[in-house]
Every structure is written in C-alpha cells, then in structure tokens.
C-alpha cells in the first residue's frame, strides 16, 4: 500500500521560513513527476512547484524566488524550502507523486498558517 506522509508544517511569522518533506512508502518501482500543491479556504487547488526524477523544476508564478522544491530519489522524498512567506501562503499543502505503473497519489495535507 502506497502513502505519502507530509510533515513540517506550522505557524510562523511573515518573512519567516518553515521547510516541508513528504515520504513516499510502500512497494513501488520508481516515481516520476514529485510536487507540492496547495489549496487556501475558498480557492482551487492550485500548483506550488514540480521536480522531475532528472531535477528539472517548474513554479507556480506566485513562488518564484521564494519557495525551492528539491528530492532525494533514495529516500523516495521531496522536500520545500519556503522562505520570505507571506500572509497569502497560507494553505494546506499537498505532496503528490506519480508513480511509474500505480498513478497519481497525494498526501493527506499539511496546514501552513503565515501570520504575526
């Protein structure tokens, strides 16, 4: 059975930083596209930022600068670094993977909350 477990996720101050990690357990093969998502109270889904198995990235426009996706294809883990948050980060935040021969998974979700 395949899960990802999301931790890292708080309170903390505008300007601060907080860093995410997602594990992906189970019998799996290999992992494809990693990435985060994240969904604000009233708002879609909406794409945070996405890392290959080769490490090409891809962000959502509102992160750029700010927020850095990176994996460790050992561990079968993807972590964000989010500095410089701002009020409008807040969010729960979604780890996904796609997994080679099983599909798209996702996390249970963890809540960043951005305020002083």
């Known amino acids: 059975q395949v899960q990802l477990v999301e931790s890292g996720g708080g309170l903390v101050q505008p300007g601060g930083s907080l860093r995410l990690s997602c594990a992906v357990s189970?019998?799996?093969?290999?992992?494809?596209?990693m990435g985060w998502y994240r969904q604000a109270p009233g708002k879609q889904r909406e794409l945070v930022a996405t890392?290959?198995?080769?490490?090409?990235?891809n962000y959502g426009d509102s992160v750029k600068g700010r927020l850095t996706i990176s994996r460790d294809n050992a561990k079968n883990a993807v972590y964000l670094q989010m500095n410089s948050l701002k009020p409008e980060d807040t969010a729960v935040y979604y780890c996904n993977a796609k997994i080679v021969g099983l599909g798209n998974y996702w996390g249970q979700g963890t809540q960043v909350t951005v305020s002083s």
């Open positions: 189970g019998t799996i093969f290999s992992i494809n596209t």
């Open positions: 890392i290959t198995s080769g490490g090409v990235t």
